[in-house]
């Protein structure tokens, strides 16, 4: 008897051999899909057209994305090879965020491509050329399963849609932004500006407005004395 006999020994092999295992994806997710109308048979193609609602956290967080339950207009082909389902399609939706320079709001209108194969967990067993063992932890994680005839779709889309949106949205290409010292829109007064002192020479400034002070205040007690003489003289 081999050992971990119905154990996680028996369970790789049941894999390998091709049995179906309880799948862990739900078919009545709208990004799951089902390969069993393929039936495993090269050459064989389906072609899917589906408005699914978008899911949460669907683009770059907190700068665009997707609102959570907008349509996601999908046009798929399947397609089966000898190591899984191939999968091509676009999807299309309408996207929401701020502008980076001054926070206006920012809808754009996005198209993605994709492909992705979705691999059998028997591949290697049925004729692909099997990776060398110190390859194999790596392409594990890259490559998709599909799981009892399913494959869940959002990953890849996830990724799709992250790659089409801008990383740094704007309003419009000439925006001027918010002014950095009291936040006004730049774009609604394009001459707004603030008189800048250099910190460096404040203390200088300061020095200079007391000088002149002073310099005013001696010129108007010099112009009260010679008035007061004036006036002393013509009472004389």
Not at 64 to 69: C, N
Request: aromatic residues 4%; proline residues 6%; glycine residues 6%.
């Amino acid at each position: 008897m081999l050992p971990f006999s119905g154990g996680i020994f028996d369970l790789q092999r049941s894999v390998k051999a091709g049995t179906a295992l309880n799948t862990r994806l739900d078919h009545r997710n709208p990004l799951v899909f089902d390969t069993h109308e393929l039936g495993r048979r090269p050459g064989a193609m389906q072609r899917l057209s589906r408005e699914i609602p978008a899911p949460a956290d669907f683009g770059l967080v907190d700068v665009i994305g997707v609102p959570e339950g907008a349509p996601l207009k999908l046009n798929l082909r399947l397609e089966s090879v000898m190591e899984g389902v191939l999968v091509t399609g676009t999807v299309r939706a309408s996207a929401a965020g701020e502008c980076v320079r001054c926070l206006e709001a920012v809808e754009r209108e996005l198209k993605a491509d994709f492909q992705e194969m979705f691999s059998y967990p028997d591949a290697d067993d049925r004729g692909r050329a099997k990776a060398e063992p110190a390859d194999d932890a790596e392409d594990d994680e890259d490559t998709l399963f599909l799981e009892d005839g399913l494959f869940d779709l959002e990953p890849v889309l996830r990724d799709a849609v992250v790659l089409a949106l801008p990383m740094q949205p704007v309003c419009r290409e000439d925006c001027l932004g918010l002014c950095p010292d009291c936040g006004v829109s730049l774009n609604d007064d394009p001459d707004h500006h603030h008189d800048a002192v250099d910190i460096r020479w404040a203390a200088l400034q300061e020095l200079v407005v007391t000088d002149q002070d002073d310099e005013k205040d001696n010129m108007s007690g010099t112009a009260s004395d010679d008035v007061q003489s004036a006036a002393e003289k013509q009472e004389k």
